[in-house]
């Protein structure tokens, strides 16, 4: 059972944990993929809450979102194990692993689209994509093109209306 949440309630502990890493979660088909963020934002764009979410084209969630949606996995508290799946989940590709089987990871029933939560990250956001719009290479400054594009690979920006929010229990 999930429990129904005012986003704007959760705002705070959505900012911090994503500056230490959360997971955006798609489904495409009957495949399903994981992968640590630390770069999003949510805010209001055309009267609707969005979560936005950088993705870089080489990256299987990338393929994935092709789905139209997504969730983003927040945990509540910093742990161990938290650690060890944001970790994990950054640093394998779901093109060559199964990370829910990796992890032992647990599904919550989604509310509003396909795509479920997992328990272990309990605050999630159900997003459906509204917008995508790859990053402009020439107007990013020279100093941040040194700093996280040396070799090209920009992301693209996909805006996920928050369609739903709860705590998966």
């Known amino acids: 059972m999930n429990k129904e949440v005012?986003?704007?309630d959760y705002m705070n502990v959505i900012m911090k944990q994503l500056k230490k890493g959360v997971l955006i979660t798609t489904k495409k088909d009957d495949e399903l993929n994981t992968m640590t963020i630390s770069?999003?934002?949510?805010?209001?764009?055309?009267?609707?809450?969005?979560?936005c979410s950088y993705i870089r084209p080489s990256r299987h969630t990338y393929e994935m979102l092709e789905s139209g949606e997504f969730t983003i996995n927040i945990p509540l508290e910093q742990s161990e194990d938290i650690k060890k799946i944001v970790a994990h989940c950054g640093s394998k590709s779901g093109r060559d692993t199964n990370k829910f089987?990796?992890?032992d990871?647990?599904?919550?029933?989604?509310?509003?689209?396909a795509t479920p939560g997992i328990k272990q990250l309990p605050l999630t956001l159900e997003c459906k994509v509204i917008y995508r719009q790859p990053q402009d290479k020439e107007?990013?400054?020279?100093?941040?093109?040194?700093?996280?594009?040396?070799?090209?690979?920009?992301?693209?920006?996909?805006y996920g209306e928050i369609v739903g929010a709860y705590i998966a229990e």
């Open 101 to 103: 089987e990796d992890l």
């Open 105 to 113: 990871l647990t599904l919550s029933e989604p509310m509003n689209i």
């Open 39 to 51: 770069w999003g934002k949510v805010g209001l764009e055309w009267n609707k809450l969005i979560f």
């Open 139 to 158: 107007a990013i400054f020279e100093d941040v093109k040194g700093g996280f594009y040396k070799n090209g690979n920009f992301h693209e920006m996909f």
């Open 6 to 8: 005012d986003v704007y």
